[in-house]
């Protein structure tokens, strides 16, 4: 019986520097340039690394995903629990280089299964902490849950900042000047002003 190949411990600096170069990889090149020899390359490391510290590409996309994942949902937590949530909620949802890895992730999900559980996973995580912090804070500025639902919130913001940012990325920009400072505007008027 063949014994189980050793992987590399998940706190080992090279295993950082393989995801890193997997991130960047994916954010100027998009998900099919990430392969053993580029993230490598990226890397400045040897290609049998890759494959020291991850079984599969899959597990390095993975573990790219879920490093990102957890980082977005305590940076999600903190814009809930500040002074002004709705601007920081927003603020964090159109961040472009958030907005270039969910789109980089959705493309890749449509290829891998696996990726994709994980995705949806963490999705329904993302949107079951937001529907919980902004319960409260749309009760807090007064407004119902029938004038404006909680979910019905959190789906038009999420589906506006990505409809924005997909459109940036291809150069098409008609309509975000407005639309974002409708946003503002609003925003404006339920939290104050950003002096």
Request: charged content about 25%; overall charge neutral.
């Amino acid at each position: 019986m063949a014994t189980p190949r050793r992987i590399g411990a998940p706190d080992a600096k090279n295993r950082a520097l393989l995801l890193d170069a997997a991130e960047r990889l994916m954010l100027e090149e998009g998900y099919a340039a990430v392969t053993s020899r580029q993230v490598a390359a990226k890397a400045g490391l040897k290609p049998q690394l890759v494959h020291y510290y991850f079984r599969t590409m899959d597990d390095v996309f993975l573990a790219v995903f879920r490093r990102r994942a957890e980082e977005g949902l305590a940076q999600q937590a903190e814009a809930l629990a500040s002074d002004r949530p709705l601007r920081a909620l927003w603020e964090f949802s159109t961040e472009t280089e958030r907005t270039a890895f969910t789109m980089e992730f959705a493309a890749l999900t449509n290829h891998r299964k696996s990726i994709r559980a994980e995705v949806a996973e963490y999705s329904a995580k993302f949107r079951e902490a937001q529907l919980k912090g902004l319960t409260g804070v749309l009760e807090r500025y007064g407004m119902s849950a029938t004038d404006l639902p909680p979910a019905v919130f959190v789906v038009l913001t999420t589906a506006l900042a990505r409809v924005l940012g997909m459109e940036d990325m291809i150069g098409l920009s008609a309509g975000h000047a407005e639309t974002v400072a409708f946003v503002e505007r609003w925003l404006d008027r339920i939290e104050g002003p950003v002096t």
